[in-house]
C-alpha cells in the first residue's frame, strides 16, 4: 500500500472513530417525559423532606434552648405546629372564635357595636400611635389628606422627646390641648390612652394600630440601632456616650442569647432595665403603674 492510500484510509478511519465518538442517540419522546416526571418527583420529594426536617429542628432548639423563647412568648406549640388540631386553646383564632361562641359574646359582635367613631363625644381624632406598628405611614397619609379635605393635623408630639408614661397634670394638659383643636382636628404623638372623662372633658375619637408583638420588638431592636436615627440623637447630644461598635452589630439573636437587659421580656415586670416603646399594650391601657 502507498503512502498516501495508508494516510487516506487512516483519515478515514479516524473520521468514523469521531462520528461514532460524538454521535447523537436519539431517545424516545416518552423516555424524556418519563425523566423529566422522575427530575419533578424527586425535587418535590427532597422538598417535602426538607421542611419536616427544618421543623424538627426548630423544635429540638426550643427544647434545647427554653429560656431564650420563653421570653418571646414561644413554645415549641407555636414552632413545630404539632399542637395545630388542639383548637380549644384560646391563643388560636379558632380557639378564641370557640370561645367567644361558647360565651354569647359572637352574636354582640356586630358592626354597630364595635364603632367606637359613634362614642366619641367630641369631634377630635386622637392618635396615640403604637411604636413600631407602621403607624408613621398612616400619619403621612393623614397629612396628605388635610389640604384635600380641609382639616389640620397636629403632629407636635413628633418633633420633641417623649415619655412613656405621663403624670396626671400632663395627661390633663394634653386631653385639654386636643379639646381645644378646632372640630374634626387630628392630634398625634407616641403616647398612651388617656381618659378624657376623668378630667371632664368628653372623649375623642381613638384610633391605634397593632402588630405581631415578637415581629414588633424585633423590629424595635434594629430601629433604636439605625445609624440614620443615631446620627440625629449624637447631633443633638453631642456630649452623649456613643455606643460601643459591637452594640450596634449584635443581632437580635444574640443579643437574647447574651442574657443582655435590653432584651429580657419577663412577664408581670413593672420596671424594665432598659425603659422604652416595646410594650405594646400600654398604648391600650394608660399611664397607671398596672398598665406596665
Known amino acids: 500500500m502507498s503512502l498516501g492510500a495508508d494516510r487516506s484510509y487512516k483519515m478515514k478511519l479516524r473520521d468514523v472513530e469521531n ?14 417525559e418519563l425523566i423529566a416526571l422522575l427530575a419533578i418527583s424527586c425535587t418535590f420529594f427532597l422538598f417535602m423532606h426538607t421542611n419536616k426536617l427544618n421543623s424538627r429542628l426548630k423544635e429540638m432548639e426550643v427544647k434545647l434552648q427554653p429560656s431564650e423563647f420563653s421570653a418571646l412568648g414561644l413554645t415549641s406549640n ?7 388540631g388542639k383548637h380549644d386553646d384560646i391563643n388560636t383564632l379558632h380557639g378564641t372564635y370557640q370561645y367567644l361562641k361558647s360565651t354569647g359574646q359572637l352574636d354582640g359582635l356586630t358592626p354597630r357595636r364595635l364603632n367606637n367613631t359613634a362614642k366619641a363625644e367630641m369631634d377630635r381624632l386622637f392618635f396615640p400611635r403604637c411604636a413600631k406598628v407602621g403607624s408613621e405611614a398612616l400619619m403621612e397619609f393623614m397629612q396628605h389628606l388635610q389640604d384635600i379635605n380641609h382639616f389640620r393635623v397636629d403632629v407636635n408630639g413628633v418633633d420633641r422627646r417623649t415619655s412613656r408614661t405621663l403624670n396626671a397634670l400632663r395627661q390633663e394638659e394634653m386631653a385639654a390641648y386636643i379639646y381645644n383643636m378646632d372640630e374634626g382636628s387630628v392630634y398625634i404623638e407616641h403616647t398612651n390612652w388617656i381618659d378624657f372623662n376623668a378630667y371632664n372633658l368628653p372623649k375623642p375619637i ?25 446620627a440625629i ?7 452623649a456616650p456613643i455606643k460601643p461598635t459591637a452594640w450596634f452589630k449584635k443581632s437580635f ?24 416603646f416595646k410594650r405594646q399594650s400600654i398604648f391600650f391601657c394608660g399611664h397607671e403603674p398596672d398598665c406596665l
Request: with cysteine; net charge positive; aromatic share 16%.
Open 19 to 32: 462520528a461514532f465518538k460524538y454521535r447523537r442517540i436519539p431517545y424516545p419522546k416518552r423516555s424524556v
Open 206 to 230: 381613638f384610633i391605634n394600630m397593632v402588630r405581631d408583638p415578637v415581629e414588633r420588638m424585633i423590629s424595635w431592636y434594629y430601629y433604636i440601632r439605625n445609624s440614620y436615627r443615631n
Open 253 to 276: 439573636n444574640d443579643c437574647v442569647r447574651s442574657g443582655d437587659q435590653e432584651c429580657q421580656y419577663i412577664p408581670l415586670t413593672v420596671k424594665d432595665a432598659v425603659p422604652n
Open 78 to 84: 407555636h414552632v413545630s405546629g404539632h399542637d395545630a
Open 233 to 239: 440623637f449624637y447631633r443633638k447630644n453631642p456630649l
